[in-house]
């Protein structure tokens, strides 16, 4: 099976596949990522995830992956930082508490008459430890937490501010490997 | 309090404490980090860890911090790898199983009058999910492994083994790095 899509322009989703010798294609998917009203935080991490496997479509007889990163916050979901203001607030807000990190993956499995979708939620507990204002403000200096939800990337300096996670790591960095790997073995993807 | 020393070479603890603007100065201790015939894992990584603070002497009025990281498994230690056939042996030890991670952490707080040693252990649960010998030796090629305990980096290429963890990060990547704040702040090095 070599038609396999990553449907993500995510580096760190395309290096955690790199690690396990998985090359997909890298077919980003364009589209509107915006929180319904009222949308609660996995069943819009899964709607994202499967319209993006859904949007990039290379054909028949195809496996498509997409995926999708939130963080969870007193049942609040907090996206991708609009600006180095707005970062600053979500990494304040989070600063000492407990958050949760959903991300939902979606596999389109085409194949000559079926068409299926086979899809997954993991989260994880983070805990950050309690920083200043200051601290945070040398954090977004760095660039890092600009295209990222919740504001931070867990594996540049943005893991200098994790103190505790409890589940999935690879579902914090933006992809649960193990259970993407599962998937893919249903498809035949991966052996 | 400007006379703060890092007893380690390791890139990855100067990069936690560069992410929480600590620069220290770099003292590598150079001593023998063997471990003793049926010494524990955490007295073994205390012993060296204050053994690193020691030996790494800046003279009076310092704070020296030392640290040494292993990983336990079974309750038998598993310290760096030889060469690459032993990185290969451990990391075909830990896939698919649960081990602990342990960092000891050790201050030597010297001022007139006084000689005083600070010291923790944090450990934190790391499952790695299951991979095949084709996997790590193509991690192994990478050159991560070969300076690190356990022979895998969670920052690197490695963190793609790692399926859940339970408790501190930063102790993984080498560093507890709020346990590490809350005796810094003891000393004064940090406010």
Redesign the interface.
Known sequence: MSNFVLASKSPRRR??LA???LEPRIIPADIDERKLPHELPIPYALRVASHKAIASDPGELSVVLGADTIVALDGETLGKADDEQHAEEMLLRLAGRTHVVHTAIALRWRRPGRDEMLSDVVSTEVRF?A?SQ??AR??IKTGDPMDKAGAYG??G?G??L?????????NV?GLP??ET?RLLRMTGVVA
Not at 162 to 170: D, L, P
């Open positions: 290096a955690l690690a396990v010798g430890r920083f200051e601290e040398r954090y867990i594996q300096d893991g200098a994790v103190a505790e996670i409890r589940g999935s790591y690879t960095v490997l193990e790997l």
